[in-house]
């Protein structure tokens, strides 16, 4: 089967979606690599070194397209609402699709990826187990997100991050809080360690306070206990708004004495909660820096403006999106690498082997045979479930 390797084409998106170093081993395991001209410029990669390693450059998106039996993006149909559409006449009936989806977005791009008779694979449903830690790219580009908001604080605020003892004095180290201690969150916490910061952080599990202690952070405990904190894939659930009225309460104090407040709760589908309010940025010291890792979606901070860094009350909101982008080199190695033990474990000697009692198959595949065929989209979107589906209720 002919693997396709499109140029990414959300404006600003630098990442591309296979680099050379993986060509060799998805060769040996039966499969052949195209790619676009030009793909992976960007981020590092000529073509040169695709060719090196035995990948066939094509001159156009749409040629890519024509020849493919599998399609792999970064971004793609339905994450990419900019120009994503723009690929739909391209696919072709018996086509596979696989990338992030956004797949509890909109449900007309899933129509419309189903509707061309594509099998699709959104990287996002990867269940986190121990055998598909390997194929978990979203993890991947959380741990980037978490490293760049950390970068991108330290370069806003106008104080040094470490202690630094010096003839002028001694120079206090800054105060770093993350909100959320995901995968990113995690990373926050580990990169403002390495640059000298005094590092706290909340998250409503308290089952990662060993985590959050053992990378030198300090786990910041409220008098408040979340309801069924997490869900089976270990993600942190969406509560109530008394829940998160409360917990606002509680986390005023910590906001106010912090130098830096990095927040990263994204609960899939739903708007992010809101976590730092206006009255708590105005209790923030002038200066003081908010990185929003859910600016996207419509950020936790109620101040936030997705795209921008606006100044509110003397502090700096930073509410960039697609962070991953910006580190394409090694944001591109960690994706490529996931996806392509991916397609080793759906395509076994380069043939399609999509058995639904698979765990990972049944999990991350989203649309095939002309429908939206995952459960929890079809109920997340009020779809009937599938005969299939039923029979196994």
Not at 244 to 259: I, K
């Amino acid at each position: 089967m002919i693997i396709g390797i499109p140029k990414e084409s959300f404006p600003g998106e630098r990442r591309v979606a296979m680099v050379p170093s993986v060509v060799p081993s998805l060769t040996k395991a039966g499969f052949e690599v195209v790619i676009q001209a030009g793909a992976g410029l960007d981020a590092g990669y000529p073509d040169n070194d695709y060719t090196e390693k035995g990948a066939r450059i094509l001159a156009s998106r749409e040629e890519v397209f024509k020849t493919a039996d599998i399609i792999v993006q970064v971004l793609c149909h339905g994450s990419n609402d900019r120009t994503g559409k723009e690929d739909v006449p391209l696919y072709r009936q018996g086509q596979f699709l696989v990338g992030f989806l956004r797949p509890l977005g909109a449900l007309e791009t899933l129509q419309d990826i189903a509707s061309k008779g594509v099998t699709s694979f959104s990287v996002e449903f990867m269940p986190r187990i121990t055998r598909a830690q390997s194929m978990d790219a979203l993890s991947s580009m959380s741990t980037i997100c978490g490293y760049k908001a950390v970068l991108l604080a330290a370069d806003t605020l106008p104080r040094l991050f470490p202690m630094l003892t010096t003839a002028a004095g001694t120079i206090t180290p800054a105060r770093v809080f993350i909100i959320g201690a995901g995968v990113a969150g995690l990373q926050a916490i580990a990169t403002a360690r390495r640059l000298g910061a005094v590092a706290s952080a909340y998250d409503v599990r308290p089952a990662v306070k060993e985590q959050i202690q053992s990378l030198g952070g300090r786990f910041v405990e409220l008098p408040i206990e979340a309801k069924d904190a997490q869900d089976e894939r270990g993600y942190a659930k969406a509560q109530d708004d008394t829940f998160y009225q409360r917990q606002r309460e509680l986390l005023s104090r910590v906001v106010a004495e912090s130098d830096v407040v990095i927040t990263t709760a994204v609960i899939p589908g739903k708007k992010p909660p809101v976590l730092v309010t206006e009255d708590m940025v105005k209790s923030m010291a002038p200066g003081s820096v908010i990185v929003d890792l859910a600016a996207e979606r419509g950020g936790n901070c109620e101040l936030t403006e997705a795209s921008k860094i606006v100044v509110k009350h003397n502090v700096s909101i930073v509410g960039y999106i697609n962070l991953a982008s910006t580190v394409p080199y090694h944001a591109s190695q960690m994706y490529a690498r996931n996806i392509s033990t991916f397609l080793t474990h759906l395509f076994k000697g380069g043939k399609p082997e999509l058995a639904l009692d698979d765990e990972i198959t049944r999990e991350t595949m989203v649309t095939r045979g002309g429908q939206v065929v995952h459960a929890r989209v079809r109920e997340f979107f009020s779809l009937p479930p599938l005969a299939a589906q039923k029979a196994s209720q």
